[in-house]
């Protein structure tokens, strides 16, 4: 089993690459939906949140009000610092036991996890490998802008309390370029999972003779 660390930045694509990996075979963990299931109302993650920031984080039916919640922990490190302490040790305990699920189904599989803040929580050494979905600061904004979720001082201020992209480049293991089209981001993708693969046998090679 290879299991690669997924990386990017706000609007540099990484959803889009994560669904083609999944397209060509591998199994993809993605962490922001562990967030959000660890946090599901009454669950222990959720309690410690409520506790420290209060009910008023809260939306009307119980579950955490994500965009206010965000507002507080991009603005304030003591408050990041204290979500993460509450989330992370909940998020990396349900994709152990991801992880153990797709092994005993399929000990030689490529698994892919999307990990939103890899390099900020100094975690890249945990995997084989590191895949990051890569465009320009200036691309990044623009994409936020575009959506319209995002004002530009807002989507600067997000980008300001993250490694920088550049930086992440000197990182990771393997970029995927995703200012082109699909089809080239597409191809990328495929040059890299046939490299995956490659090491996956080559690990099996190893382990049958040690």
Not at 7 to 18: D, P
Not at 62 to 87: H, P, Q, Y
Request: proline fraction near 3%; aromatic fraction near 8%.
């Amino acid at each position: 089993m290879v299991i690669v660390a997924l990386t990017g930045g706000m609007g540099s694509g990484k959803s889009t690459v994560a669904r083609m990996f999944k397209d060509e075979g591998a199994h993809v963990i993605d962490f922001d939906y562990l967030a959000r299931l660890v946090v599901e109302p009454d669950k222990p993650a959720w309690r410690d949140i409520v506790d420290y920031f209060g009910p008023e984080i809260l939306s009307s039916d119980g579950t955490l009000n994500r965009s206010a919640l965000a507002e507080i922990v991009f603005s304030d490190d003591k408050s990041r610092k204290a979500l993460e302490r509450f989330t992370h040790p909940r998020i990396f305990e349900e994709r152990d036991a991801l992880i153990k699920a797709i092994k005993r189904k399929d000990p030689f599989s490529i698994v892919i996890v999307d990990f939103p803040l890899l390099f900020e929580l100094g975690l890249g050494k945990m995997f084989d490998k590191v895949i990051l979905a890569y465009v320009p600061r200036a691309v990044q904004i623009r994409r936020a802008i575009k959506r319209g979720c995002l004002g530009k001082e807002e989507a600067e201020r997000r980008l300001n309390a993250q490694i920088a992209i550049e930086e992440k480049r000197s990182l990771s293991d393997y970029i995927i370029d995703n200012q082109a089209s699909l089809n080239d981001t597409r191809d990328q993708v495929r040059k890299v999972i046939r490299e995956l693969r490659q090491l996956a046998i080559n690990k099996e090679g190893e382990s049958n003779c040690c």
